[in-house]
């Protein structure tokens, strides 16, 4: 059924889910098409704010230390620049609103600009965005502090908390009237300093009350969301969460099973427009999940250890993936295989600390932003021919990247 949906998605040629960015392109007097690149830098913190028609900088916003994570909200309008080791986020505003009205869009276009918010905790990490708010999981508090994007940029800093059993590396998700919670190991005994080993995933309601037992996840790991159903990479296998009849979470192990090499999954992108997941399998497999199927595994083999990867959102079935051999691959997620690759740097090696900046990627309508960090660049490579579409110099040692942007009518 999968590649059914998905073949004939792609045969009708139908916009499947709304892109956000920025970069003002005039089509005519009222439609307008936008992009914008959020790029952290990892040698002196702040992100610089790339206009992608002019290939220029146009913005840069200082933060306190270098931006572990940079997560765009739901609905592309602001970003949490998490700081992990400085005990602080940031929020910007991105200078894009774009709003639908079923049969077009409007689209909204100002400044970019840092909000007067001031976001403090003890070791933020996951910043989960869902229901029009921001859930940032402070390990060291072992919290969730619950931001409201329209809060947000109206300027208040005020927040909802939802509790873990106690500070571990966690992560908050809301489902309908409950919550889906990691779960530390307290049983484990850990080294001074040290935070606690996942155990697995619970649900809770909003007062707090745990509804059935605690599932086994262990070293619960990543989190994506697709088409109703959310997943969390596990040891054991990928665990999964929907809403069952009674609207309480139904919990799922999707096991990895006999037939599957040795990995596990532990970095999650979830489909937009199909119900999939894209996950890491070990350093060199990515493995497509299908949540509903039989055999829900597809392992795709890489020809040397994967850097980073993400979905196209508006060429639905294809995902990409830059290897430390410095080429960029695009992934057939119907068929579970490599159909295209380019170099775009020289290579970098995984080997090292995890937070050495190394390249990522971002999908900007028809063109791929690629970060080049070792020579102060992003490279720009066109997403159906692979071919080049020029850099833009950037500031320090570009890292993390996220593109916003889209198009609509602008009144």
């Not at 610089?48 to 306190?64: A, G, P």
């Not at 996942?198 to 619960?220: E, F, M, P």
Request: hydrophobic share 40%.
């Amino acid at each position: 059924m999968f590649k059914n949906i998905a073949r004939a998605a792609m045969v009708s040629g139908v916009a499947l889910m709304p892109v956000f960015g920025v970069s003002i392109a005039q089509a005519d007097d009222e439609t307008q098409q936008a992009w914008r690149l959020f790029v952290t830098d990892q040698k002196d913190g702040g992100v610089s704010v790339v206009d992608l028609e002019t290939k220029k900088v146009i913005d840069r916003f200082d933060t306190t230390g270098y931006v572990t994570h940079l997560v765009p909200s739901e609905s592309g309008q602001t970003l949490a620049a998490v700081q992990m080791d400085h005990d602080a986020v940031h929020v910007i505003d991105s200078g894009i609103k774009v709003s639908s009205h079923g049969d077009h869009s409007d689209i909204d276009i100002h400044d970019a600009a840092l909000l007067p918010v001031e976001i403090t905790g003890n070791r933020p990490v996951h910043a989960v965005p869902h229901h029009g708010a921001f859930y940032m999981f402070f390990d060291g508090e072992g919290v969730a502090k619950v931001f409201g994007e329209d809060t947000l940029l109206a300027g208040q800093s005020k927040y909802d908390e939802v509790a873990a059993t106690a500070p571990h590396h966690g992560v908050v998700v809301p489902m309908g009237d409950y919550y889906l919670i990691s779960e530390p190991n307290l049983a484990v005994e850990t080294k001074p300093g040290s935070l606690p080993p996942r155990l697995g995933l619970k649900v809770v309601d909003h007062d707090g009350k745990q509804v059935g037992d605690i599932h086994t996840c262990t070293g619960l790991h990543g989190e994506a969301y697709s088409a109703g159903i959310v997943a969390f990479g596990c040891e054991e296998g990928v665990i999964t969460a929907q809403l069952g009849d009674d609207d309480v979470p139904a919990i799922k192990m999707l096991s990895y099973g006999e037939d599957m090499p040795s990995g596990r999954v532990g970095h999650l992108a979830g489909g937009k427009a199909m119900q999939f997941f894209l996950g890491d399998y070990g350093s060199d497999k990515l493995v497509v999940i299908e949540p509903t199927e039989d055999a829900p595994f597809r392992v795709v083999d890489l020809p040397v250890r994967y850097v980073s990867f993400a979905l196209d959102p508006q060429q639905v079935t294809i995902g990409y993936v830059f290897t430390e051999d410095g080429y960029l691959h695009a992934v057939d997620v119907l068929d579970g295989k490599i159909i295209r690759s380019q170099q775009i740097t020289k290579p970098y090696s995984k080997d090292g600390h995890w937070r050495d900046p190394r390249p990522r990627i971002a999908v900007a309508g028809d063109v791929i932003a690629v970060t080049d960090p070792r020579n102060h660049l992003v490279r720009l490579v066109d997403a159906d021919s692979f071919g080049d579409k020029g850099e833009i110099p950037v500031e320090g040692l570009p890292f993390n990247i996220v593109a916003i942007g889209g198009s609509g009518l602008s009144h």
